[in-house]
């Protein structure tokens, strides 16, 4: 598996309540800048933030870099439980040491147009 792979599979089960994997890829000492909350975070409390995530359907990701100590990964997302529904680019930045993630940076960007239309996936398959 990637670290791609890996990221993506970790985050999204994170993001509902199952912190297995990132339990197993981030090392112990890992921070995290929360744009959200305005802090750096460490990996207990990033934890608890991943869960603000719960409702959201997170769709494909692509790959924009990726060696053994650095990732870079662009993800869309989908949030219903608003009145509105709210889509977003997620891009972030992932540094390893160790081959465990030690940094994590994630920007956020809400658009105003759904990124499936038009597209060869739709969120149905993501959920």
């Given amino acids: 598996m990637t670290k791609a792979e890996e990221f993506d599979k970790a985050r999204r089960l994170a993001y509902n309540g199952d912190f297995s994997l990132v339990e197993k890829l981030y090392h ?14 460490n990996l207990d409390m990033q934890s608890a933030l991943m869960t603000a995530y719960e409702n959201t359907t997170f769709g494909p990701y692509r790959v924009i870099y990726e060696n053994e100590d650095f990732l870079c990964i662009q993800r869309y997302g989908r949030n219903r ?10 891009i972030s930045g ?3 040491r160790d081959e465990k993630i030690v940094r994590h940076e994630t920007a956020i960007e809400y658009l105003d147009y759904d990124p499936s239309e038009g597209q060869d996936w739709n969120w149905e398959d993501y959920e």
Avoid at 29 to 37: E, G, I, L, N, S
Avoid at 81 to 89: A, S
């Fill in 28 to 41: 112990p000492d890992c921070k995290h800048f929360d744009h959200r909350a305005g802090l750096e975070v």
């Fill in 81 to 90: 439980l608003t009145r509105e529904i709210l889509y977003m680019t997620l």
């Fill in 94 to 96: 992932v540094n390893y």
